[in-house]
């Protein structure tokens, strides 16, 4: 199932592209660089992070009826840094718009390290004309999973909470930093939803440009109070 379920994606991500293969085994870029796919899963569990009292989902697109597969394990978009193994900056982010205004704590990422420094930066972005507009906040998280299991998060977690407003589009983006200018990572897709096109955007050096509607959408979850 796993074998075919990687096969649709891969020929929906690729499509009118070719697959390049990179030098690390079992790794696989397509031909713009912004889907990152290994040939097989590693098998590796790590379980997902426990959620603080008192707060819910804002958005998640997170398989949590899978306990084993909360996320794909072989195929997503690619982040990146400029210094990182591949040789160039990919910086994804995903849209998402609340029905409430609420109180942001919690951003979950399913984001596996492929090489480089074990670190990303998850940034909560207003929306400008579809793609991050102002960072609202920024937070870096280490200790990611490693490539081709499931299914560990990178967090970023406020106490305070940072305010959004419903009905208002807002961007979960996946980046580098300073710290991190060699991270070869992939944020995983998602397993809830293959028909419906969530709004993407990717930064690679040159600021932010839509990249249309993702399907699959990559895989995280926004939580609230």
């Not at 589009?169 to 028909?195: E, I, K, S």
Request: hydrophobic share 40%; charged share 10%; proline share 7%.
């Amino acid at each position: 199932m796993i074998t075919r379920i990687l096969a649709v994606l891969l020929g929906t991500a690729l499509a009118g592209s070719i697959a390049v293969a990179h030098p690390l085994h079992g790794v696989i870029l397509s031909k713009d660089g912004r889907v990152t796919s290994v040939t097989h899963g590693s098998g590796f569990y790590v379980p997902p992070p426990p959620h603080n009292d008192g707060t819910a989902p804002v958005f998640s697109n997170i398989g949590t009826k899978y306990p084993l597969g909360l996320y794909f394990c072989c195929s997503g978009a690619t982040v990146s840094g400029p210094d990182s193994e591949i040789g160039f900056q990919s910086w994804p982010a995903m849209q998402f718009t609340p029905s409430a205004d609420v109180s942001v704590t919690e951003i979950d990422v399913a984001v596996e390290r492929i090489t480089g420094t074990d670190e990303i930066d998850i940034g909560l972005y207003t929306d400008a004309n579809g793609v991050p507009g102002t960072l609202l906040k920024s937070f870096t998280a280490t200790g990611l999973q490693g490539n081709g299991g499931c299914c560990g998060f990178a967090i970023g977690r406020d106490k305070q909470g940072i305010p959004i407003a419903g009905g208002t589009p807002y961007w979960v983006a996946v980046t580098t930093d300073t710290g991190g200018m060699d991270t070869f990572a992939n944020w995983m897709f998602n397993t809830t939803d293959q028909l419906d096109a969530v709004p993407s955007a990717v930064n690679k050096g040159s600021g932010w440009v839509t990249n249309g509607g993702a399907v699959p959408a990559a895989t995280f979850a926004v939580y609230g109070k």
